[in-house]
């Protein structure tokens, strides 16, 4: 029985899990401490999943992936599917572009557009 867990593919994902939290982490260009505030843990935890490749419980894979705005598949290392637009031609493929900026850089175009839709709204030719 011992013999069929000695090959553990499981040792492989957790090399893969250190670089893909990092590398989530700081795309989403926040750091190990703004993390661990996010989530509500220390910033060593953080710290040893991305060096060691430990997978944190289950309880804190939902709200690291959140706070990175990822998918606990990404996290763990599927790649993201790709999303159709529904919005389709020029529109849909600027809003594609900017999903793919770091969370930060999200909020700020959010922002604007949240800015001009409510001049939009407030103007009496809207």
Not at 14 to 41: H, K, P, Y
Not at 46 to 69: D, Q
Request: charged letters at 30%.
């Amino acid at each position: 029985m011992q013999a069929l867990f000695r090959n553990n593919c499981y040792d492989a994902d957790m090399v893969q899990l250190t670089s893909r939290l990092r590398e989530l982490r700081e795309r989403s260009g926040i750091s190990q401490r703004e993390l661990a505030r996010i989530i509500g843990q220390d910033s060593s935890n953080v710290s040893y999943w991305e060096r060691t490749g430990k997978v944190p419980r289950s309880e804190a894979l939902l709200p690291i992936a959140k706070a990175l705005g990822a998918t606990v598949e990404e996290l763990l290392g599927e790649s993201k599917k790709k999303k159709k637009s529904p919005n389709g031609g020029r529109l849909g493929q600027v809003f594609e572009r900017v999903s793919e900026l770091p969370r930060r850089q999200q909020d700020k175009v959010i922002e604007m557009a949240e800015g001009f839709l409510s001049l939009h709204e407030k103007s009496p030719g809207a």
